[in-house]
């Protein structure tokens, strides 16, 4: 167990400038072009609706599942008080759980601490796993971990370094797209019953100021990590 937490936490070399550039651009061709983004946006779904979970389990809620559906969306059941803090914050944590992860994967990067984050990445799918409830859902935790396990055990450091930074700018700007999606269909009126919609029920605050919210700390996550692993002396 020595021997593999020293693996685990050992640093690569810092990369090139280029990794870190190349891979942000291939993140970004991801997220704004339509049909990688519908294919790949399901990852998303899945720190968002990881995101409800974990703050569940912390707001002492009884986290009953969840459940990842084909065309992208996701629930996460939970039982307890239908108000108060707990409710406020497991709502809030959604659309904040995939920059923040982005921020927090790109201060493991920074570190060069790419092995733990790739391990880190693999745990959070098994524990998704253990809390998944329809089928589909399980297939695509299932496909995913063992993308994840593979890359771990057979790739080299090079490509390890190159799809974690990949995988560190796709959870940034991956966690942004989705926001203003979000208020284009709240405009439309076509999603009364999103986060902040229901957020806005529970508070006095209106949907419109959640949306904003979301944004900024999803802005401030993109800011935040680009200066982690700005590639520039």
Not at 123 to 141: E, S, T
Not at 212 to 232: D, E, I, R
Request: aromatic share 10%.
């Amino acid at each position: 167990m020595d021997k593999l937490w020293a693996q685990l936490i050992a640093a690569q070399p810092d990369p090139d400038p280029w990794v870190v550039l190349v891979s942000a651009l291939a993140a970004l061709a991801v997220v704004t072009f339509t049909v990688p983004w519908q294919l790949s946006r399901g990852l998303i779904t899945i720190a968002h609706e990881g995101g409800h979970a974990v703050m569940a389990l912390l707001t002492r809620r009884k986290l009953e599942g969840i459940r990842l559906h084909s065309d992208t969306s996701g629930v996460t059941l939970t039982r307890g008080r239908p108000n108060g803090p707990g409710m406020v914050l497991t709502a809030l944590a959604g659309y904040m759980a995939p920059p923040l992860l982005g921020l927090g994967a790109a201060w493991l990067t920074d570190q060069g601490r790419i092995k733990l984050l790739i391990w880190g990445m693999l745990l959070f799918l098994v524990c998704m796993l253990l809390l998944i409830r329809n089928l589909y859902g399980a297939l695509i935790l299932l496909a995913s971990g063992g993308a994840v396990f593979a890359l771990s055990m057979y790739a080299p450091d090079e490509v390890q370094q190159v799809v974690a930074f990949v995988v560190v700018w796709f959870l940034l700007f991956g966690g942004v797209r989705p926001i203003l999606e979000l208020q284009r269909k709240r405009r439309r009126r076509q999603a009364r019953d999103s986060d902040a919609d229901q957020l806005a029920r529970l508070t006095i605050l209106p949907g419109g100021f959640y949306v904003f919210f979301f944004l900024l700390v999803a802005g401030a996550s993109v800011v935040g990590a680009a200066y982690l692993m700005n590639p520039l002396p």
